[in-house]
Nanobody, 122 residues
Framework: QVPLVESGGGLVQAGGSLRLSCAGS????????MGWFRQAPGKEREFVAT????????YYAESMKGRFTISRDNSKNTMYLQMNDLKPEDTAKYYC???????????????WGQGTQVTVSS
């Protein structure tokens, strides 16, 4: 079991930045690949970024490249998503997830957090 808790969401103006955190617990965190997904009202949950257990492999959704940075600190059992140059279309609930390998497919992640809301005003 990898309980996950997201934090760091909030209201920000367009062009601003936020850093989301995803705190896990236990030894399973450092051996799990992780991912960030987001879901806007009325839309499906979409892939944002994924990172391998060691942090050596990272992959982003095309629209996030250059603006978002995923990272992790296994000594703190925490994963991060630094979001810069935020746009109103980034407004969504952001979820972190853990699974056996890094992937863009949400069905392959086993454990999910409850999400943190990010709202970007224009």
């Amino acid at each position: 079991q990898v309980p996950l808790v997201e934090s760091g969401g909030g209201l920000v103006q367009a062009g601003g930045s936020l850093r989301l955190s995803c705190a896990g617990s236990g030894r399973a965190f450092s051996s799990s690949a992780m991912g960030w997904f987001r879901q806007a009202p009325g839309k499906e949950r979409e892939f944002v970024a994924t990172i391998s257990a060691s942090g050596g492999y990272i992959y982003y959704a095309e629209s996030m490249k250059g603006r978002f940075t995923i990272s992790r600190d296994n000594s703190k059992n925490t994963m991060y998503l630094q979001m810069n140059d935020l746009k109103p279309e980034d407004t969504a609930k952001y979820y972190c997830a853990a699974g056996p390998h890094p992937t863009i497919f949400r069905a392959e992640f086993i454990h999910w957090g409850q999400g943190t809301q990010v709202t970007v005003s224009s």
